[in-house]
């Protein structure tokens, strides 16, 4: 087991157990959509995780292209838009938040971890949409959110 420290999160995670998992999926939740937003995403995602986020992925051992889900969340400038990514990973939350949602008032809102390079990333105990090759294992969910360019031929949304 290897123990992965990011900002307020320890993390125990079983790298053989989640890459066995990763084999077992064919396609990423961008693909699976089929909206315009995540077909966007799809085209875009090997160009938008710097080096050392691949880098946290492989030492976990998650596939990049094969993210859970992912949601458009905005435009942010023209030719720009935030997404925010689910992966899932074989292990626990040792210490920090069992959950990326914070309470501020009545308002709830993400609590992602700045992680440079116009990434944050945060863990939660899984939901239960965990993917089907996961069932059964102990999981945590990683979220990654991100800034992507417009590149498909579709209108962009704004």
């Known amino acids: 087991m290897l123990t992965v420290e990011l900002r307020k999160w320890s993390v125990d995670c079983e790298h053989d157990l989640t890459a066995e998992a990763y084999a077992l999926m064919d396609t990423g ?3 699976q959509c089929g909206c315009e937003e995540c077909f966007n995403f799809a085209a875009v995602r090997h160009l938008v995780y710097p080096p050392a986020l691949l880098e946290l992925f492989e030492c976990m051992g998650i596939d990049p292209l094969l993210e859970a889900d992912v949601e458009h969340e905005a435009c942010v400038a023209e030719g720009c838009h935030g997404y925010r990514a689910r992966f899932y990973l ?3 939350i040792a210490s920090g938040p069992p959950t990326t ?11 992602l971890e700045d992680a440079g390079q116009e990434i944050a990333v945060g863990f939660s105990v899984a939901p239960e949409d965990t993917p089907e090759a996961f069932l059964g294992l102990p999981t945590v969910c990683m979220e990654v959110a991100v800034v992507a360019p ?8 704004l």
């Open 29 to 31: 939740g961008a693909e």
């Open 90 to 92: 074989v292990g626990a």
């Open 101 to 111: 949602i914070a309470r501020c008032g009545r308002r709830l809102s993400r609590s």
């Open 150 to 157: 417009w590149i498909s031929n579709a209108p962009e949304p």
